[in-house]
């Protein structure tokens, strides 16, 4: 090669070498930044127009699922069906609690929400919620005879709670649903919480299953004790000695059991804490129980419960009749 | 000798684009940039979102290893970590709620974390933020916020003792929940950017309230800061901005302290998450707080009375309850405890 001819491919290979550096850099420094593509594009008219579209097809969604309260009951899902029996009464925070466990139950498919309040008349406050919540429901109301309703100021385990109105539920479910229908029944309490695992685990039971209940009975859990996929006995602090010692929310019914036995239904004469045992005696034995969430290791529900709100003011104002307008629902 | 120069030189050629080659297809970003030419507009949304989120994800990390970012201060340890996961219903035109939650230790925290995710599964596009008040993340929290599938980001701040055993009614000690929602706020300082395109509101959510869904779209649209009753606070049946003919919040309807400049309930505002963003100075008061005026603490520093958007059918309706959940009463563990602890409760 000739002396000019290897300077020039000399500065020919620097050339490219110069460049192909710069243009690595650049590229580098550009992955560096962050980048805003997409909000770019958000200038562009056609993309506002997509995003009016998709806000009035979302509020479409939401009215949709707002108007959905069908009370005749869904057409046969493959599902079994949840019938969850929710005795309710009135007080200040009834709204609140129906409110956040119709937004639990809303997640669960194929479920029936049975609410049945302690009241001579059915009120427009659980009317107007049950129609809104969007879940399928049957909408009960009767009361609670005046000698076993709990006076104000007595405690709450003085009388049981709930009775007729459960019984009332299940009286529905006998006139309602026929031998072909598949499903279970759960009794869930308004101020109880619930995961939504807990109504997988319920949903194929055979004749009664069972599982663990948190903070119930003085202690952070009750649960059945379980031995080689068998309940064999009961794991709680209090009234041991019970036939079934466990809470309202520790089991679920299988719904062809319960017409088979057309007398099942819980006594108002039940002594305290006895229940739950008034109903499931005349069921099922302790051996044919079923137990779930991991054979009664898990805990899916607790018992919780709510502070009566205080009402020291809104007293003392409608002593001086200035109480707050009771047209504006709580 | 000219073996060896040529050798170099081929070398010299071909270095500058193997590294491009390994850096380009290292780089999620690039990856993003290629599907994106590849698909529709329409059809990438969903995809292209995720990453998005995957390489805004990646590149956060990035950025904090290679620069150290100025860590949190000794006195306050926080261990941080966010997961984007895709949650239901996430529209890229609806305005994010960043719903900042403290919490604490205590037999019904699962439980009310449990029924709140519940709820919060429901509101499309929503952030939620949860500070334990806990010198660690708890494995508690953790998982349940794995599973949930909620859009969330776990932090914590541990409040000194006084705090935590409930000392506020003492006005030089701090309210319960102000460290951590100070640090929510500080999260949203720190990892969003100011823009007139960012939307969204800031919303503090305590674990044992009860809210209604139409509470959410009530507040999705608010500019400054935004308010609405809230049932069973100060002693009423609910407490509600006082609103004029002409739409404007005029004073408050309470019973206790009706003169505060803000006399309204943590849950009974919203706040646009770009006022968060324009005035870092506006944080909750640490020490020195009067009983109830812990709102005012913070609103002051961002509106006026005057500019305050009422909702709820102009605070009307209650779409928001302040519930409170018993202790339960745990007489039967015992001294030495009944029941096994390593069954999670």
Not at chain 1, 300 to 313: A, D, G, N, S, Y
Not at chain 2, 18 to 27: R, Y
Not at chain 2, 282 to 293: I, M
Request: proline letters at 7%; charged letters at 25%; hydrophobic letters at 35%.
């Amino acid at each position: 090669m000739t002396m000019k001819m290897k300077m020039k491919l000399k500065n020919v290979f620097m050339l490219y070498f110069l460049v192909s550096i710069c243009g690595l850099m650049y590229a580098l420094t550009q992955l560096g930044q962050p980048c805003d593509c997409t909000l770019h594009s958000r200038q562009s008219s056609d993309l506002v127009h997509s995003r009016d579209r998709t806000i009035s097809r979302l509020q479409g969604e939401l009215k949709r699922l707002q108007a959905r309260g069908n009370p005749e009951g869904p057409p046969k899902p493959a599902l079994p069906t949840i019938y969850t029996v929710t005795p309710t009464y009135t007080r200040l925070v009834q709204k609140a609690e129906l409110t956040r466990l119709s937004q639990t139950l809303l997640h669960v498919p194929s479920l029936h929400w049975v609410v049945v309040e302690d009241s001579p008349v059915k009120t427009s406050l659980v009317s107007e919620l049950l129609k809104r919540s969007g879940l399928p429901y049957t909408h009960l109301c009767t009361q609670t005879p005046k000698d076993f309703k709990l006076q104000e100021g007595d405690p709450n385990w003085l009388k049981p709670r709930g009775v007729e109105q459960r019984n009332l539920a299940l009286q529905w479910l006998r006139e309602n649903r026929g031998p072909s229908d598949e499903g279970v029944v759960y009794f869930a309490d308004d101020d109880n919480t619930y995961s939504l695992r807990l109504f997988e685990e319920m949903r194929f039971t055979k004749r009664v299953s069972v599982w663990p209940v948190g903070l119930v009975g003085g202690v952070r859990f009750e649960r059945p004790l379980v031995e080689r996929g068998k309940v064999t006995g009961f794991y709680t602090a209090w009234k041991p000695n019970r036939p079934f010692p466990m809470d309202m929310a520790g089991f679920a019914v299988s719904l062809p059991l319960l017409l088979a036995n057309p007398a099942a239904r819980f006594h108002l004469s039940a002594q305290r804490g006895n229940l739950e045992s008034s109903l499931l005696q005349t069921l099922v034995s302790i051996e044919e129980l079923e137990p779930r969430a991991s054979n009664c290791t898990k805990v899916l529900v607790w018992h919780t419960r709510t502070e009566k709100p205080k009402m020291k003011q809104e007293d003392a104002l409608i002593l001086q009749g200035l109480g707050s307008d009771p047209s504006i629902e709580v | 000798m000219p073996r060896r120069r040529s050798v170099l030189t081929t070398l010299l050629i071909v270095l500058p684009w193997t590294i491009l080659l390994t850096i380009w297809h290292q780089n999620p970003a690039t990856r993003y940039l290629t599907i994106l030419r590849k698909e529709t507009y329409e059809n990438s949304s969903a995809k292209s979102l995720q990453f998005l989120i995957n390489m805004t994800k990646i590149k956060e990390e990035q950025h904090t290893a290679c620069t150290h970012q100025q860590e949190v201060t000794p006195a306050q340890q926080t261990a941080r970590r966010y997961v984007y996961s895709r949650p239901p219903g996430w529209s890229r035109w609806l305005p994010t709620i960043y719903v900042i939650t403290p919490t604490y230790t205590r037999p019904v925290q699962k439980a009310e974390l449990t029924r709140l995710a519940n709820t919060f599964l429901h509101v499309p596009n929503l952030h939620w933020i949860v500070v334990e008040d806990s010198p660690r993340r708890t494995n508690l929290v953790d998982s349940l916020l794995e599973r949930s599938g909620l859009n969330f980001t776990h932090l914590n701040v541990e409040s000194p003792k006084s705090v935590r055993i409930g000392l506020a009614k003492d006005s030089s000690h701090t309210p319960r929940g102000t460290l951590q929602r100070n640090l929510g706020l500080r999260w949203l300082r720190e990892n969003l950017i100011l823009s007139d395109s960012l939307e969204g509101v800031v919303y503090f959510a305590d674990d044992d309230n009860t809210y209604s869904l139409e509470l959410f779209e009530e507040m999705r649209s608010t500019q400054k800061v935004s308010v609405w009753p809230v049932a069973f606070v100060g002693g009423l049946r609910y407490e509600a901005p006082k609103v004029n003919t002409a739409g404007k919040v005029v004073g408050w309807k309470t019973v206790f302290d009706p003169n505060r400049p803000f006399a309204i309930d943590m849950a009974g505002f919203a706040i646009n998450v770009r006022l968060v963003l324009k005035r870092p100075w506006a944080n909750f008061q640490l020490s020195g707080v009067k009983g109830g005026y812990q709102e005012t603490s913070l609103l002051k520093e961002l509106v006026t009375i005057a500019e305050l958007e009422p909702k709820a059918a102009n605070c009307t309706k209650v779409l928001v309850w302040h519930t409170r959940t018993e202790k339960p009463t745990l007489v039967n563990e015992g001294r030495q405890g009944f029941t096994d602890l390593k069954v999670e409760v």
